[in-house]
């Protein structure tokens, strides 16, 4: 849906012709960008150095792992390390909850020609971030295989995976033909929040930060994982994205649910076979227990501009990031994301992510208490998946934990 | 040596300990006792590009004037050491008056996190510690016995496991193990069973990250106990070889007692160590079987995002004492024998 506006808007912006020169703000000052490290960071941050590192007195980019471990201490000394920092859904709760980054409005106004309405975070009025791309879990599937077990069309529901999942092994064509990102901590607690969504399932009480996932949609959830789970690797407890992609490029795996952002990646012509790549089909995330829903979050990537900076370095950073965000990005660096960017052209790679946000998937929350109970999560249900533990059990675990450390944090009383 | 003189050559060292070691430790207790002011909240709308939802947000400038009032937060005195994620009295209270029995009393503290990490730790600490002890031992005495010209390969070789970052030796070891690597996949193959996996099962994961550990630690207790080989005084062994003695006789009697100050310092290092572990466990991406209080600190610190200060000061706290309990019996030995020895 949202990739059709961008479009059709992207088709307009070319044919009128895009900007051809840079507009880069006051000039000889500082700009430092902090953001984690995939082709489509590389791109943007490297655009806007090429755009305008010439007039600025500084221009560094530190594109790392594990940018959120760090950019809170980053971002709290005034002047800041870094001018801006590139987030995503969570990680700009996680600076909003410290307030180390700046509303963005002015900014918008004065340099914000080519940005789409829909590329603009607001809160409460204010544009806290722009973001560039989107991104989300869903299905890929190698349709050979299926074809080989005799299953018809792509699965489109968890009970169909399943399904699915005992033909191929039944044919004996795999033992574990499911793969999903189930490493023990972040990934765990992901995974439930996927499948609890599409049971219409809520993190916390209406208005509260009071925990509300011990109820029948958290046990379904964690049984339509069993399910799953019951088909994958039996290592999956270690298993993250980079486990999972590689299960898939060796052609070990015939349904998995990965990001969106791997579908580049898993299509292009390096690390796997022509047979895998070929066969690899990508497309909505699975439903669970019937309902229209599909098992997955929406996130977006995004520019901040960190608070504890000169304001004119701010409009610098600003002005420098926002000068690659246009068609002219396009060009070369197409297939590298699910841009929200004028220009984009969604291909194959997108069109899993496009099918799981047009079909009605919720965006991941932006709450100030969440990444307390997706830690609670991600440490407490694992004694279910080990079989150590009922559902009812394990969710019980993950309230208490989470009470423990929100009223640490003072979210509870 | 005069005490004046002792004062004098211990000042530099003691001036540091105290200033990079012993204030650290105090301002962790300190941070421990203190918990986060209470958040100030506000719900607005926020839109993106999947839409406006109705979110809360934390009231910046609220917090900020909080904050400046009081900047340690909330005093919250021993709360957080006595919390779920800790000790957790009520808990373990209520644990025990549910239970039937020892068995099921013990199974329901599993369910805690802290004395779930304690259980693994201190079987790592007391599996790993003693066969590093006699292991090490046993290499030295065998590299001491070799002719002196291999003795230089000898001890190059038996150090190579120390020389690899634990973090890489980990990492390697993990990837042979896992059930695509070259010992996983082997394991498969000759039980016939491809569900079989080391990664899988918590037995064999423990056992995973105890041979690692003996595997580590090795080298330091053989270098520590080839050294002390080395003033094993030859007269001695000589008057044990005219009385008699067998080898196993003389190592027993001559050789291990001149080595005992070296085992009372070794076993201090090794139980510090263990008690510690962190690196194997989280290069065997380990966290689904075992956890340990340093593993808890790491993520109160780094995965909550905005970090937990209060619980990751008390968990430390509570490694602290930890050591100290498991060191007493050591080093109350140790002040004996130096009495003994000073009368």
């Known amino acids: 849906m949202f990739l059709k506006k961008v479009a059709i808007a992207g088709a307009i912006a070319g044919l009128m012709g895009s900007a051809a020169y840079a507009d880069c703000g006051p000039s000889g000052k500082s700009v430092r960008i902090l953001g984690s490290d995939f082709p489509a960071i590389q791109a943007v941050a490297g655009q806007a150095e090429m755009n305008c590192s010439s007039g600025a007195g500084e221009f560094t980019i530190n594109l790392r792992d594990n940018t959120r471990d760090m950019m809170n201490q980053a971002l709290t000394p005034n002047p800041a390390e870094y001018t801006s920092v590139i987030v995503a859904n969570s990680t700009l709760t996680q600076l909003m909850n410290d307030d180390l980054v700046r509303p963005l409005n002015d900014l918008v106004e004065k340099y914000g020609q080519n940005l789409q309405p829909h590329q603009l975070i607001t809160i409460d009025g204010n544009v806290m971030a722009v973001a560039f791309m989107a991104n989300s879990q869903h299905l890929f599937t190698r349709t050979d295989i299926l074809e080989q077990a005799g299953v018809e069309g792509v699965p489109t529901s968890v009970e169909e995976m399943v399904a699915a999942a005992e033909k191929i092994r039944a044919a004996g064509i795999m033992e574990h033909p499911i793969a999903m990102n189930m490493k023990v901590g972040w990934n765990v607690g992901e995974m439930f929040n996927l499948f609890y969504f599409a049971q219409g399932g809520e993190l916390f009480k209406p208005g509260s930060a009071e925990p509300n996932v011990n109820n029948a949609q958290g046990v379904a959830a964690l049984n339509s994982l069993k399910s799953l789970l019951e088909y994958t690797h039996p290592d999956h407890l270690s298993h993250a994205s980079n486990e999972t992609q590689a299960l898939w490029e060796a052609g070990q795996a015939a349904m998995a649910i990965m990001w969106g952002s791997r579908g580049g990646a898993v299509l292009d012509d390096e690390g796997s076979t022509e047979q895998v790549t070929a066969n690899t089909l990508l497309s909505a995330a699975p439903t669970a227990g019937g309902g229209a829903v599909p098992a997955a979050t929406l996130w977006w990537d995004g520019i901040t501009i960190a608070k504890n900076i000169p304001d004119e370095d701010a409009e610098a950073t600003f002005a420098a990031l926002v000068s690659g965000l246009n068609a002219d990005l396009m060009v070369e660096h197409n297939d590298k994301a699910i841009w929200l960017i004028d220009g984009f052209q969604p291909g194959p790679a997108a069109a899993g992510v496009a099918a799981t946000a047009g079909s009605g998937a919720k965006p991941y929350p932006m709450i100030p208490f969440v990444n307390l109970m997706h830690n609670a999560l991600g440490s407490e249900l694992v004694d279910f998946y080990k079989g150590d533990e009922s559902a009812e059990d394990a969710l019980a675990d993950v309230e208490a934990a989470y009470r423990t450390a929100a009223k640490e944090a003072g979210f509870l009383q | ?343």
């Open chain 2, 1 to 343: 040596m005069k005490h004046r003189t002792f004062f004098w050559f211990i000042l530099p060292t003691l001036s540091a300990m105290i200033l990079f070691i012993a204030l650290p430790i105090v301002s962790v207790f300190v941070q421990s006792l203190f918990v986060e002011h209470e958040q100030v909240l506000v719900v607005s709308e926020s839109c993106g590009p999947f839409g406006c939802t109705e979110t809360t947000s934390i009231d910046a400038e609220a917090t900020a004037a909080l904050r400046a009032e009081s900047p340690l937060g909330r005093f919250n005195g021993l709360g957080t050491y006595f919390d779920r994620s800790h000790l957790a009295i009520a808990e373990v209270g209520e644990i025990w008056g549910e239970s039937t029995g020892l068995a099921s009393f013990l199974s329901g503290l599993m369910d805690l996190k802290f004395y779930k990490a304690l259980f693994f730790t201190l079987t790592y600490t007391f599996v790993v510690t003693p066969l590093v002890l006699i292991l090490g031992l046993a290499v030295a005495v065998g590299v001491n016995n070799l002719p002196k010209a291999l003795r230089g390969i000898a001890i190059f070789i038996s150090l190579l496991p120390f020389l690899v970052a634990t973090i890489v030796g980990s990492m390697i070891l993990s990837w042979m193990l896992d059930g695509e690597g070259i010992i996983g996949a082997t394991l498969q193959i000759l039980f016939n069973d491809p569900s079989l996996s080391i990664k899988a099962s918590t037995p064999l994961m423990w056992i995973a990250l105890m041979v690692y550990g003996v595997w580590h630690t090795l080298p330091f207790s053989f270098i520590t106990f080839y050294a002390g080989l080395q003033t094993v005084p030859q007269d001695t062994l000589e008057a044990a070889r005219v009385d008699g003695a067998s080898k196993w006789q003389t190592m027993m009697n001559v050789v291990v007692p001149h080595l005992m100050p070296l085992v009372s310092f070794v076993t201090l290092m090794l139980l510090m160590d263990n008690f510690r572990v962190f690196e194997p466990i989280i290069s065997f991406q380990a966290e689904a079987h075992a956890q340990s209080l340093s593993t808890f600190i790491v993520s109160d610190l780094r995965e909550a995002g905005n970090p937990l200060y209060a619980s990751a000061g008390a968990t430390s706290i509570l490694t602290i004492i930890g050591v100290a309990i498991l060191l007493t019996p050591v080093l109350i030995r140790t002040w004996r024998d130096f009495n003994a020895k000073s009368h």
